[in-house]
């Protein structure tokens, strides 16, 4: 006897949950490597260098020594003291062990930020383009997700009025994103200072800074953050962790820094949600803050190379218009010479050039025109990709 099964009944916030169109196109890709097609990945934001091994090392000494059992939500104490440190001296501000949880990826601070703070009726402001999962978030805690664009004629820097001319009575949080997916761009002082100032008059307002590319900064570039602001150090949500700068993406490995009664809320939310980051995982955190940083420096070495090449190739392309990135290891060239929009030219390097690269769309409706192209390939894979691209643009 068959049994039928009634349709599925998701609960309505379900429909409210967007996704992230890196692993969707990935996963179209694999579709076609498993039909004997090649296919030039340059889609995934995932370094394509091996873990250091100083890293690696720490996480095995760990195992062997009885790190594989629950740790308390917010973190190991030790591993809260070392992140504490170093995120402090690298913004020049003192932040204590208590301001700290850790979380499983960087995904986790933002949207335990949202489900503690975030109702139904509050505003949230965010860039657009931007990381998706913003978005897709801020709706499915039910708040307002308000879209700030990011724009290719201020080199991809945040627009400080932009920003200020979007804050109402309504706003709870803003969102920024520095060095930034998908563009590359980076928000210096200059560009801060204005945004930082107007919420000195709004303390009912919270600044959640996503600086994840933070150490991926070419040229001599800082780190702006906002959590060196000592009237605003209050307000700041600072999200951070190791998945990029390490190479440690499978790891998932991040933290959060705020005050201390947010911070016992989200660790609240850990409680229920996760229990605890794992333990043999946050031990080799300590070893990537404090130990060897060659490997490290040595990626950030062999990005700058990518990233020279991949715009010098790029802007070879009739119809494409490719900026430099000041930072992270996205390029998001402007593709409107082409005549084709965005969704459709994405689809066509995947289907008949073998080329996986997103949309600018999927970063929100401000990326129309663009494509992101990850230099987080090697050499070879990006010229050969390149190649492919020019290949069936001259074709059209």
């Not at 097609?37 to 873990?51: A, K, S």
């Not at 995904?107 to 975030?118: E, N, S």
């Not at 010479?337 to 390097?349: A, K």
């Amino acid at each position: 006897m068959t049994r039928t099964l009634p349709p599925l009944n998701l609960a309505k916030r379900m429909s409210r949950l967007g996704t992230e169109n890196a692993f969707e196109v990935l996963a179209r890709a694999r579709a076609l490597e498993a039909q004997g097609r090649r296919i030039v990945h340059l889609e995934i934001g995932e370094p394509d260098f091996d873990t250091p091994k100083n890293i690696v090392a720490a996480a095995v000494r760990a195992l062997q020594e009885g790190y594989t059992h629950y740790t308390p939500a917010a973190g190991l104490p030790e591993v809260r003291a070392a992140v504490a440190g170093a995120a402090g001296r690298a913004r020049g501000v003192e932040v204590t062990p208590e301001e700290v949880v850790m979380v499983p990826g960087g995904k986790p601070v933002m949207f335990y930020a949202l489900l503690a703070l975030a109702e139904i009726g509050d505003e949230v402001i965010y860039p657009n383009p931007g990381f998706p999962i913003y978005e897709s978030m801020i709706r499915f805690v039910g708040a307002t997700p308000v879209s700030c664009p990011i724009r290719e004629s201020n080199s991809f820097a945040l627009d400080p009025e932009d920003v200020v001319s979007r804050l109402s009575p309504r706003t709870k949080l803003v969102i920024l994103n520095s060095p930034a997916n998908p563009t590359g761009g980076v928000t210096g002082w200059s560009e801060l200072e204005p945004v930082l100032a107007a919420l000195h008059d709004r303390p009912d307002v919270w600044l959640l800074s996503d600086e994840i590319y933070g150490r991926l900064l070419y040229d001599g570039e800082e780190n702006a953050s906002p959590l060196s602001d000592p009237l605003l150090r209050e307000q700041v949500i600072l999200l951070d962790g190791f998945s990029k700068t390490y190479a440690m993406t499978g790891w998932r490995l991040g933290f959060g820094i705020m005050r201390k009664d947010l911070a016992q809320a989200v660790t609240r939310l850990m409680i229920n949600s996760n229990s605890c980051t794992a333990a043999f995982s946050q031990r080799a955190a300590i070893e990537a803050l404090t130990g060897d940083q060659s490997g490290a420096q040595a990626m950030l070495r062999e990005f700058d190379q990518r990233r020279r090449l991949v715009v010098q190739l790029l802007n070879e392309v009739p119809g494409f218009r490719c900026h430099m990135p000041k930072g992270s290891f996205y390029v998001f060239p402007n593709v409107t010479g082409t005549g084709l929009g965005s969704d459709e030219l994405q689809t066509r390097l995947l289907n008949e050039a073998g080329v996986a690269v997103l949309s600018g769309t999927a970063f929100g409706s401000e990326g129309e025109g663009f494509l992101r192209f990850s230099y987080a390939a090697s050499i070879p894979t990006i010229e050969e990709g390149v190649r492919r691209v020019r290949q069936l643009v001259e074709a059209l």
